[in-house]
Every structure is written in structure tokens, then in C-alpha cells.
């Protein structure tokens, strides 16, 4: 059987590295083929580090080739062009193309912009190890051009960044700023009393996803670090160096990261695959694509049915990595013509990093607080890097 993975995220590489096991235990004559636009898989997981300097920037990726440097798995980076479910085949940019008996969506996700004037040409995504490194290095450029300029308003503009969007990704590079402000300061020698960050979000509450307790503690959190917090504040333009927000205000900032929300890449729906609102798949219980025999979707990019009520699986990188467990195993089912199981998701939390030191969590459905949260994630962390270099 030919089976081929678009995608070698936390999902896409879960899902090829443990088929290939199971074919290299058994001994069998199928082909695994991975497929992504990039020579590196990116911890996402790790992205406000990234683009803060709290870790060194080659920590953040993996290269491809060489984690599978033991395995059967055939890595092709390309970016691709068309999927033609019809066919069973696959187009690449390069002109490539390949045919598959079995396809795995496991595209990730991209910047949602909705449609919101001058949000794409002006602010600072956070969704790629590219896009912070790129970050990174305008803040430190800030920065540094504060620390040449006299005009203490223009210092004030240059020093000033507005994150939009107060989920996890915004929390956590809020929590991280200002530590990283008081290094960059004394680096560049800019005025740290000029400093400004301010977070804004238009729900009531700061990460949503938890409640209002986690809310109220991550508001704590970043105010205590300095940061100011506009919730019920809807963007309604970006502009160089502004934002336009309801009731006609307008917040002047150097840096504008955009961390409002996420979509499925748009080649999904061309495809002619059924998508939801956000342009996920639409699959079933076996994250089989609705009215797709041969094609499964998993991680950022499926709509993943997580009970009756119609409520869906969270997009993370926890969840993404046990889809792939399950789709490497339920793909090795298809091969040996077994039926499959169903996909149950395990809810086994979330945690969310406020600073170096300081985050809120619900591991197994418990409020957690504090540093432990931190160590908690390192531990997870630790725990993954082990899974994919000992794999």
C-alpha cells in the first residue's frame, strides 16, 4: 500500500513515525511517504520562546532527513500545489506529482486575518519558526533604534507592542516580553521606563478555552508583568505602526503581532474536500474525511468530532500528537485489511506559560498554578524531544 502524508507537524510526523514501526515489525512491503514545505519540523509548542530568545533558535527544529535517518519513511520537501481526490493523486509546485492509496491530511494551520483591513500586511504572525525569527529580530532592531532616538514619543512608539488575540499563543508571548524587554534594554541601552505591551482581545475573557478562573489568573499574571490588557476591544484595521479599535480609538505601536486565530489552509476546501467554517475537514470517528474513503485529516487541519454536542477536539499540539498515534495504527489496520477502532480523545489538559516562571494549567481536568505549570510543560516537552529522537 502507497500512503502518502502531507504535513510533518507534531500530527504528520506522529502518524509516520509510528506506521513505519509497526511496517519494519512485520516486516511488510508498504510505502510511507512524508511530504512538507520545509527541510525541519518546528516544535510549536515552543514558539514564544522562539521568537523571545528563550531558547536558542536551532532548538525549535528538528531536521527531517535526520530523524528518519532510521526509518523507511520517504521525505520529498515540497510545497503542494493540488490534491485530486479523484485520481488518488497529488501536485507539487515543482511539478511533481504522486499517486496514493491511502492520503493523510496533516497540513497544520495558518494566521486567520478575517477579512480585517491591513491585518496581514502589517502585523507579525506567530505561527512558524520562520515567522519568529522574523519577529525576533524586528523587536531587537526596535530596540536598537530606540536607543539612537532623543524624541522620547517616537522612543515610546518604537518600544510599544500590541499582541491582538488572547489565546494561548497571545498569553504566552505577553507573559514573555517583559522579562525579555529588561535583557533588550540593557543590551541596546534603550529606555526600559518607555516600554509599553499591551494585549487586546474582543471576548470577555482571556483564554476562553479554560474558564473564567484561568482567565482571571492569567489577567493577574500580566498585569503584575506590566502588561495592559483590553479585553472586548474589537480591531477593525491595522495600519503601519496602529491599530483602529471599536468605539474609534487608535493605538500607536512599533511591533503588531497578530495572534487572533487560526485556519486550514485553503487547499483543503479546493480539493473539493467538506470543510467547517474554519476550513478544517470534516471527518469521522476514524478521521476518515466525510465522503472520503482514502483520505484521513488529523491534527490543526480536521474538524475532529470530541462528542454528541457537536463540540470539536482543540487544536494543540497534545492532541495532534495522539491523533497521530492513533492514525499510525489504525493506517497499519488498513494495510493488514483489519476494521479500525474508533479515535477517542484523551483530555488531558492544557498549560499555558505566563513568563519564565509562572503559568496556568488543567492537567486531567485540575487547576494548576504557578511554577509547576512550567515544569509540566519542560517535562512534556523533554518527553517528546525523547519520543521523536529515539524513535
Not at 493523510?104 to 480585517?116: H, K, M, P, R
Not at 512599533?254 to 495572534?259: E, K, M, Q, S
Not at 487547499?267 to 465522503?291: F, K, N, P, S
Not at 487547576?367 to 524531544?385: C, D
Request: hydrophobic content about 40%; aromatic content about 6%.
Amino acid at each position: 500500500m502507497n500512503i502518502v502524508i502531507l504535513g510533518a507537524g507534531y500530527a504528520g510526523l506522529r502518524t509516520a513515525l509510528d506506521l513505519d514501526r509497526r511496517i519494519r515489525e512485520r516486516g511488510l512491503d508498504s510505502l510511507v511517504t512524508l511530504i512538507d514545505q520545509n527541510p525541519y519540523h518546528q516544535l510549536i509548542q515552543e514558539i514564544h520562546l522562539t521568537a523571545t530568545a528563550g531558547i536558542d533558535s536551532l532548538d525549535a527544529i528538528y531536521d527531517i532527513r535526520h530523524l528518519l535517518n532510521r526509518h523507511g519513511v520517504r521525505f520529498i520537501q515540497g510545497r503542494v500545489r493540488e490534491i485530486t481526490p479523484l485520481n488518488h493523486e497529488v501536485h507539487l509546485e515543482d511539478g511533481q506529482s504522486l499517486t496514493y492509496d491511502r492520503l493523510v491530511l496533516a497540513l497544520g494551520s495558518e494566521t486567520a486575518y478575517y477579512d480585517i483591513p491591513g491585518a496581514r500586511e502589517h502585523s507579525y504572525a506567530l505561527r512558524t519558526y520562520d515567522d519568529a525569527i522574523a519577529l525576533r529580530d524586528h523587536i531587537i532592531a526596535q530596540f536598537t533604534a530606540a536607543a539612537a532616538e532623543n524624541d522620547p514619543k517616537r522612543q515610546r512608539q518604537l518600544l510599544t507592542t500590541a499582541i491582538v488575540g488572547g489565546g494561548f499563543t497571545g498569553c504566552q508571548i505577553a507573559g514573555e516580553l517583559p522579562a525579555w524587554a529588561d535583557k533588550l534594554c540593557k543590551e541596546t541601552g534603550a529606555p526600559r521606563s518607555e516600554v509599553r505591551i499591551a494585549l487586546l482581545d474582543h471576548n470577555k475573557l482571556l483564554l476562553k478555552q479554560f474558564g473564567n478562573w484561568a482567565s482571571r489568573e492569567a489577567e493577574r499574571a500580566l498585569d503584575q508583568r506590566g502588561v495592559s490588557i483590553y479585553l472586548e476591544t474589537a480591531v477593525n484595521a491595522v495600519e503601519p505602526g496602529l491599530i483602529r479599535v471599536s468605539g474609534g480609538r487608535v493605538l500607536r505601536a512599533g511591533t503588531i503581532i497578530w495572534a487572533a486565530g487560526i485556519r486550514a489552509p485553503g487547499i483543503i476546501a479546493a480539493a473539493g474536500i467538506t470543510v467547517d467554517r474554519a476550513g478544517r475537514a470534516i471527518v469521522d470517528r476514524y478521521l476518515r474525511v466525510e465522503g472520503q474513503s482514502a483520505i484521513f485529516a488529523l491534527g490543526d487541519c480536521a474538524s475532529i468530532p470530541s462528542g454528541a454536542d457537536g463540540a470539536t477536539v482543540l487544536a494543540t499540539a497534545s492532541y495532534a500528537m495522539r491523533q497521530g498515534e492513533y492514525l499510525g495504527g489504525a493506517l497499519f489496520s488498513e494495510i493488514l485489511g483489519e476494521p479500525l477502532r474508533a479515535y477517542e480523545p484523551i483530555r488531558l489538559g492544557q498549560l499555558v506559560s505566563i513568563g519564565p516562571d509562572y503559568g496556568v494549567g488543567n492537567p486531567l481536568g485540575m487547576p494548576l498554578l504557578g511554577y509547576p505549570v512550567i515544569l509540566m510543560k519542560k517535562g512534556v516537552e523533554q518527553y517528546y524531544r525523547a519520543s521523536i529522537e529515539g524513535a
